[in-house]
């Protein structure tokens, strides 16, 4: 840091920012010791800083122990950034419709960096159902949306976000060959919707279609998600026709007018 630099620094601020990218990248949180710890910070000023930050309901604690994770406060100021404002409020009646339809959970989300994120979703009607909460991270190559996300990039930046992903394996079903994720991305783009069968989780499956706002531009992804005891390999067609028609229909309202309706 230059002189300049260090004029205008605010040390408060400048750890509590430390102590939010650290926490950011350990989503099973971090006791107040051990952030003092790991950024080499008094023990008080991590303390003070964790104690406003709580109050202002940006982080919370694990239940039943000291482990603080952060909250969806972070997730709701950067949504406006992330996507348009009005996807979600758009988006749940049109999910709302096709859970009641398909009686499985729906969720929406957007990509955020090389991840994407859940926003927000409807529960599932069956006694077992998948429930995520908001504000999960998941890997592009392995979920159904990533694969979408990816699939409305320009082809440059297509590439050079495969080649850039670490493609960890989830189950035996995972995609880890960057030229395999690529050609899936190809079938992607020319089915109009994407498919996980126990790639990230084993037992469960996923179906997503692109959210597209004005432009074309895209907006983000709405997903089924289901046990693959009820949605089996063959009945992926009709469940994406379905999930594709939802995700139109967002569009629309989001004043989308370049659909290609089959």
Partial sequence: MN??????NVPGLDRALSIIELLNSNPLGLSVNELACRLEYPLNSVYRIMTTL??????????????FILSEKFLQLATPVAGEP???????????????LSKETILAGVMVGSEGVVLE????????????????RFPLHS???GKIFISQLERKRQISTIEALDLKRYTSNTIVSKNALGDEI?????????VDYEEAIKGQACVAAAVLGRNAKLVGSIWLVAPTSRLARKDIPKIASLVKKSAEEISTS?????????
């Fill in 3 to 8: 002189t300049e630099d260090h004029k205008y």
């Fill in 86 to 100: 009005a996807f979600i409020e758009m988006a749940l009646p049109h999910m709302r419709a096709l859970r009641d």
């Fill in 254 to 262: 989001l004043g989308n007018q370049f659909l290609q309706v089959a």
């Fill in 186 to 194: 190809k079938l992607v783009s020319t089915q109009g919707y994407g």
């Fill in 54 to 67: 709580e109050r202002r309901k940006y982080v919370h604690k694990q239940p039943g122990n000291s482990v």
């Fill in 121 to 136: 979703q409807v529960e599932g009607l069956h006694s077992f159902s998948f429930r995520i909460n908001p504000g999960l």
């Fill in 143 to 145: 979920a159904a949306p």
